[in-house]
């Protein structure tokens, strides 16, 4: 028996998956993360969003950076409540040390997802306006369709400012998805998502001793506190 149209639909629509890629450093990966996760997830319909933190981040000073193995059990620990939710390997620190730059993550996760998988890549709206000192950025706005998670007062001008106008000519960006369309690519907007905390807070409270329930994942917060993250070191310390 054949089956009916609407069959068909159901078993094209399941062999299109939306995938993510979330990348930070994540030191560590707190609440705000995972709220933007799931406001991208919820309104572009996300199968997955791969959670990658940078092993060796081209733009960051790595002596000052928590060891990748810390900072990926965090991800791991914080990943465990959503099933949409995966902890990346993508960019684990190489033997030779040598940087990891998104578009060869990209061109990596393209290469290991196939075809029928449409690949996104979750970025918030101050780092994406990082992003022309990024390796080949032009190369990568090609490459994968861009979510911004905005926030509430941010000049959104700002993002379509770093956008090569030659690139992604604009579409209205007052309407309720704001979107920026290129032949095979687009950069849209998540709008409204209010992270009051970043990764820089969370450190400064636990190193003078304050507690941080609810800016991270209750098992993350166990974590930190056992392994002593962000302690202020011991005078016998080196």
């Given at each position: 028996m054949r089956p009916t149209p609407c069959a068909w639909t159901?078993?094209?629509t399941r062999l299109l998956v939306n995938i993510a890629l979330f990348g930070g450093t994540f030191d560590p990966i707190h609440s705000g993360h995972l709220l933007a996760a799931r406001a991208?997830?919820?309104?572009?319909?996300?199968?997955?969003?791969?959670?990658?933190?940078?092993?060796?981040?081209?733009?960051?000073?790595?002596?000052r950076l928590t060891s990748f193995p810390h900072r990926f059990a965090m991800?791991?620990?914080?990943?465990?409540?959503?099933?949409?939710?995966?902890?990346?390997?993508?960019?684990?620190?190489?033997?030779?040390?040598?940087?990891?730059?998104?578009?060869e993550t990209v061109r990596?996760?393209?290469?290991?997802l196939g075809a029928r998988h449409r690949l996104f890549f979750l970025i918030g709206a101050d780092a994406f306006l990082d992003l022309p000192h990024w390796k080949d950025y032009r190369r990568l706005l090609g490459t994968v369709n861009f979510i911004v998670v905005s926030r509430p007062g941010?000049?959104?001008?700002?993002?379509?400012d770093t956008i090569p106008r030659n690139l992604l000519p604009l579409a209205d960006s007052r309407s309720p998805d704001a979107i920026a369309k290129r032949?095979?690519?687009?950069?849209?907007?998540?709008r409204g998502v209010d992270v009051p905390v970043a990764s820089r807070d969370i450190r400064e409270a636990?190193?003078?001793?304050?507690?941080?329930?609810?800016?991270?994942p209750p098992l993350v917060e166990q974590y930190i506190r056992k392994e002593g993250l962000y302690r202020p070191a011991s005078p016998g310390s080196k």
């Amino acid at each position: 028996m054949r089956p009916t149209p609407c069959a068909w639909t159901i078993l094209r629509t399941r062999l299109l998956v939306n995938i993510a890629l979330f990348g930070g450093t994540f030191d560590p990966i707190h609440s705000g993360h995972l709220l933007a996760a799931r406001a991208a997830a919820r309104k572009f319909r996300l199968d997955r969003i791969l959670f990658v933190p940078s092993g060796n981040p081209p733009h960051k000073v790595h002596n000052r950076l928590t060891s990748f193995p810390h900072r990926f059990a965090m991800v791991a620990l914080a990943c465990a409540g959503d099933r949409r939710f995966i902890p990346s390997l993508l960019e684990a620190p190489r033997a030779d040390g040598r940087p990891h730059y998104s578009v060869e993550t990209v061109r990596a996760a393209k290469r290991s997802l196939g075809a029928r998988h449409r690949l996104f890549f979750l970025i918030g709206a101050d780092a994406f306006l990082d992003l022309p000192h990024w390796k080949d950025y032009r190369r990568l706005l090609g490459t994968v369709n861009f979510i911004v998670v905005s926030r509430p007062g941010f000049a959104e001008q700002k993002i379509w400012d770093t956008i090569p106008r030659n690139l992604l000519p604009l579409a209205d960006s007052r309407s309720p998805d704001a979107i920026a369309k290129r032949r095979q690519t687009s950069v849209i907007v998540l709008r409204g998502v209010d992270v009051p905390v970043a990764s820089r807070d969370i450190r400064e409270a636990v190193h003078a001793g304050r507690r941080v329930t609810g800016l991270v994942p209750p098992l993350v917060e166990q974590y930190i506190r056992k392994e002593g993250l962000y302690r202020p070191a011991s005078p016998g310390s080196k």
